[in-house]
């Protein structure tokens, strides 16, 4: 079982940046692929980005590539994600994830999720 914490949302004009972050329960936190997906207003789910547990290896939806970039610190069992040139259409509710490592980048990928934080770009 591991327990995910959000935080960081917020509003922010357009062009502008957000940093999310992400807490992890448990010391096992870096056996897992973590993922960051948002879910806008009316839609479903969507993938956002995904990072190995190891750290080394990163996937992008193409919505964010070069705006937005992941990271994580094993040793204090935190995720985030920078966002840059935000645009209205990145309004959503952000969630983490954590899911085996040698699975994909859809959301039954993931077995663990936050709560989600809320992110508002106004135009």
């Known amino acids: 079982q591991v327990q995910l914490v959000e935080s960081g949302g917020g509003l922010v004009q357009a062009g502008g940046s957000l940093r999310l972050s992400c807490a992890a329960s448990?010391?096992?936190?870096?056996?897992?692929?973590m993922g960051w997906f948002r879910r806008a207003p009316g839609k479903e789910r969507e993938f956002v980005v995904k990072?190995?547990?190891?750290?080394?290896?990163?996937n992008y939806a193409d919505s964010v590539k070069g705006r937005f970039t992941i990271s994580r610190d094993n040793a204090k069992n935190m995720v985030y994600l920078q966002m840059n040139s935000l645009k209205p259409e990145d309004t959503a509710v952000y969630y983490c994830a954590a899911g085996l490592d040698w699975l994909g980048l859809q959301p039954s990928d993931f077995r663990f999720w936050g709560q989600g934080t809320q992110v508002t770009v106004s135009s």
């Open positions: 990072v190995s547990a190891s750290g080394s290896s990163t």
């Open positions: 448990g010391r096992t936190f870096s056996v897992y692929a």
